[in-house]
């Protein structure tokens, strides 16, 4: 008789046959969403410096990426333009020009690859002069404004291809607003994944630099996106923009936040995606690439932790060689 009365927890860890059969969750290629960066040009990459092995890709070879996205089996990318600093203005009117980076890649890659879903970003810092996510009058962020400017954003995109319209601002309403217009038009089989609970992050910083926001922003985002002290209010959040519509709700940054993705998992039964951002890809490529970890080791382990919390799927800049290894 042992002193722990035959209790033994290790007892089913000790041969990977049985450690397969407890396992409790799957990371599959299907889970993974890519997102990508859009640049003009053609045969043109220009790599991001602060994400080391991301590139920004212009529309050809943005649809070769597509083809081998689908091929790997990731269901959808969530796209993202850097805008030429020519056509970012203070009121960013090129968020509404049918004929944007962002709806000529959407149209290509919508002819080339029919089979992958689409997923455009909606928010005003891609377009705008001082990369906040909102129209600014006296250092104020306009919300219905914004809004405004989102619905015919959100249109532009339906109309270029987007299966899955994504506002990533934070404004109040939008989810409501942006249905609305979407069915108005004919587009009630378009889909709104919102960014419903986006946190004021440091871990940004990359992206803003791959989208050629960061140096020209002013100020910082806290009187849109959340305090990162608090979790009650963004399940009100969710709720909000489950209310006004919202098909898929999304929660960001990932591995810091994994407990509203619990708690948002218990609340909701709804799709949840979480967004493991710019400045967790560079911390992990960074800290392989110094010696500190396994840096393969550590993206496998990352991208589990969001399944185990309860997310249905990641968004993520590892998702084209994860999907291949987990493929194999
Ligand atoms: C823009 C937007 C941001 C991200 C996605 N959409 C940046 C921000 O809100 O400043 C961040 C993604 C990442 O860091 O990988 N609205």
Redesign the pocket.
Known sequence: MSFLGGKRLRRVRQAEWSRAMVRETELLPRDLIW?LFVIEGQNEKTAVRTMPGVERLSIDLLVEAARAARDAGIPALAL?PNTPDHLRSIDAEEAYNPNNLMCRALDAIKSAVPEIGLIA?V?L??YSANGQ?GLVRDGEILNDETVTAMIKSALVQARAGADIIAP??MMDGRVAAIRAALDAEGFERVQIMS?AA?YASC??G???EAVG?GSRLTGD?RTY?MDFANSDEALREIEQDLIEGADSIMI??GLPYLDIIRRAKDAFNVPIYA?Q???E?AMIEMAGAAGAINRDAAVLESLWAFKRAGANGILT?FALEMARKLGR
Do not use: C, N
Request: hydrophobic share 20%; charged share 35%.
């Open positions: 997102p993202f970003d928010a810092d891609e996510d990533s601002d960014y986006k871990f940004y990359p992206f803003r926001s985002k996106q960001k940054p967004y951002v710019s400045g890809y800049y």
